[in-house]
Each structure stands twice: as C-alpha cells, then as structure tokens.
C-alpha cells in the first residue's frame, strides 16, 4: 500500500474492484447518503421556504425535462402510486406551476407542463444543484465522471434505465446531449 493509500487518499488506479470488501460497500453507501444529502440541501432549502419538498421537486423535474408527459408515463418514472401523486400533483396545478390538459388523441390522458412559474422554479432548483454536480465533475476529472456514469446505471433497474433512456434520447432529438 502507498503511501497515498495508507493516509486514506485515492486508492490506486488499476486496483481490482471486482473483490470489494463489506467495508468498501459500506464506504459505498456511505458515500451515496452523504453525496445525496449535501447534493439536495440547496434545493431543499429553496423548496421549503415554499412550503414544498423532494416530491414537488421530482415532479418539477420530470415535468420540466419532458413537456407534455402523461400522468401515467409520470407516475411510472417516479415509481409512486396514483394517490401519492395527486397530494403532490393538484396542489401545484392549483398554485400554478403545473398545466394540465387532455391528450390530443386520447382525450382520457392527462399530458403535464410546466408554467412559466414553474419553469422558473425548477429552473432555479436545476441552477442550485448544478453548481454542485460541475464542481464534483471538476475535481474528480473525465474519467471519473464517466465512471460515475456507468455506476449510477448499474444502480438502476430496467424500469429506471428505460426512463433514463428516453431522456437521453429526448435530449439528442432537441441536440442537448
């Protein structure tokens, strides 16, 4: 062991992964709560002065990265049921920053959008995380990032990963990828 190592600085690279420990794994989960406390704590504390919380902002979102989502396709990728989201759901409608109309097509379906409102909300959430995410991305570098990348989706399941791959997808149709 280096003495980098020793000191609990970076391990080296190389270092076989596959033969994690319990102790790494923990370090793991660790590293996740700590990293998602301090990751949502700006944004929380913007929401609560509104008297919102974690859920209004997944919604904000989700809403906001896919115009025009059914409630269906909504409460698929937020993985909640129906009534979870309406007590989330109809008092956004109610205050403003969500839109709801019926399907051109199938007039049963609920498509969702944001307002202007609630554009610049969640617009104001993405800026207070984002300052987070690119001064993480600075210090750990290109590989690192791309390692986080294919971590994060090894994390998810295939409903998750199906719903990541129609944001990406999205994302390029509009040249944002």
Same mark, same amino acid.
């Given at each position: 062991?280096?003495?980098?190592?020793?000191?609990?600085?970076?391990?080296?690279?190389?270092?076989?992964?596959?033969?994690?420990?319990? =102790?790494?794994?923990?370090?793991? +989960?660790?590293?996740?709560?700590? %990293?998602?406390?301090?990751?949502?704590? %700006?944004?929380?504390?913007?929401?609560?002065?509104?008297?919102?919380?974690? #859920?209004?902002?997944?919604?904000?979102?989700?809403?906001?990265?896919?115009?025009?989502?059914?409630?269906?396709?909504?409460?698929?990728?937020? #993985?909640?049921?129906?009534?979870?989201?309406?007590?989330?759901?109809?008092?956004?409608? #109610?205050?403003?920053?969500?839109?709801?109309?019926?399907?051109?097509?199938?007039?049963? +379906?609920?498509?969702?959008?944001?307002?202007?409102?609630?554009?610049?909300?969640?617009?104001?959430?993405?800026?207070?995380?984002?300052?987070?995410?690119?001064?993480?991305?600075?210090?750990? %570098?290109?590989?690192?990032?791309?390692?986080?990348?294919?971590?994060?989706?090894?994390?998810?399941?295939?409903?998750?990963?199906? #719903?990541?791959? +129609?944001?990406?997808?999205?994302? =390029?149709?509009?040249?944002?990828?």
């Amino acid at each position: 062991m280096d003495s980098e190592t020793a000191r609990g600085g970076a391990q080296p690279a190389g270092r076989n992964l596959l033969f994690l420990r319990e =102790e790494e794994l923990r370090l793991a +989960q660790d590293l996740l709560f700590f %990293g998602y406390r301090d990751f949502t704590a %700006g944004a929380d504390a913007i929401l609560a002065d509104l008297g919102m919380g974690r #859920a209004h902002h997944r919604v904000l979102h989700f809403v906001g990265r896919r115009p025009g989502i059914t409630v269906g396709e909504l409460l698929g990728i937020l #993985a909640i049921t129906k009534q979870s989201l309406g007590r989330v759901l109809t008092p956004m409608i #109610a205050e403003g920053y969500v839109t709801q109309v019926p399907g051109q097509v199938d007039r049963r +379906q609920r498509l969702l959008s944001l307002t202007d409102k609630g554009a610049a909300l969640e617009r104001r959430l993405y800026e207070r995380q984002r300052e987070t995410v690119m001064q993480a991305y600075r210090e750990a %570098g290109p590989q690192a990032v791309e390692g986080f990348r294919r971590v994060m989706r090894g994390l998810m399941g295939p409903d998750a990963r199906a #719903a990541l791959a +129609q944001l990406e997808a999205a994302a =390029e149709r509009e040249g944002v990828a």
